[in-house]
T-cell receptor
């Protein structure tokens, strides 16, 4: 079983639509990271959330950390084709190892 | 600032052959990770180094996989002998000690035929 469960697994939307993807766990994390990965490339860090209830904005992307620090969400407003990619969440487990979810594969059609 | 460098980018080998991957982390990053990413899945941690010591290798298939970071900088990951199910992208990442954010290389795509 995954330490971090991401949903949905796949998401295909039209340009201009809004979307939310989720990262859930039964474990408490001191921080969670969101990465985006494009084909043929390594994951690129988008944001780190640390405080329960924290909201961070990165242009059209809004990241939220759950109050209990067990879950996080990523909301994209007015999605663009350039947002297409694999969105991964990651958190440190009890051994301070960084573990990843399986990711949400987003496709934004023009 | 130079990023994490990995080589080769692609490798095709036959099953039962050996292969090695190389990683040069960002300068000053004491923590180095090797991940295996199978198509359609998230990265799976294989091994974590801090300087030249192993922090966690619990998910490394030690009967065939080995990794070293002799001088606390560059690292190599070896598979011997390779199996078909080892086909994946092998990602190297590095970070500062105590900082969760990691920086990834482009990965090595391994195909075992």
């Amino acid at each position: 079983t995954q330490l971090l469960e991401q949903s949905p697994q796949f998401l295909s939307i039209q340009e201009g639509e809004n979307l939310t993807v989720y990262c859930n766990s039964s474990s408490v994390f001191s921080s969670l990271q969101w990465y985006r990965q494009e084909p043929g490339e390594g994951p690129v860090l988008l944001v780190t959330v640390v405080t329960g209830g924290e909201v961070k904005k990165l242009k059209r992307l809004t990241f939220q950390f759950g109050d209990a620090r067990k879950d996080s969400s990523l909301h994209i407003t007015a999605a663009q084709p350039g947002d297409t990619g694999l969105y991964l969440c990651a958190g440190e487990d009890n051994n301070n190892d960084m573990r990843f979810g399986a990711g949400t594969r987003l496709t934004v059609k023009p | 600032e130079a990023g994490v460098a990995q080589s080769p980018r692609y490798k095709i080998i036959e099953k039962r052959q050996s292969v090695a991957f190389w990683c040069n982390p960002i300068s000053g990053h004491a923590t180095l990770y090797w991940y295996q990413q199978i198509l359609g899945q998230g990265p799976k941690l294989l091994i974590q180094f801090q300087n030249n010591g192993v922090v966690d290798d619990s998910q490394l298939p030690k009967d065939r996989f080995s990794a070293e970071r002799l001088k606390g900088v560059d690292s190599t990951l070896k598979i011997q002998p390779a199996k078909l199910e080892d086909s994946a992208v092998y990602l190297c990442a590095s970070s500062l000690i105590g900082v969760p954010e990691a920086f990834f290389g482009q990965g090595t795509r391994l195909t075992v035929v």
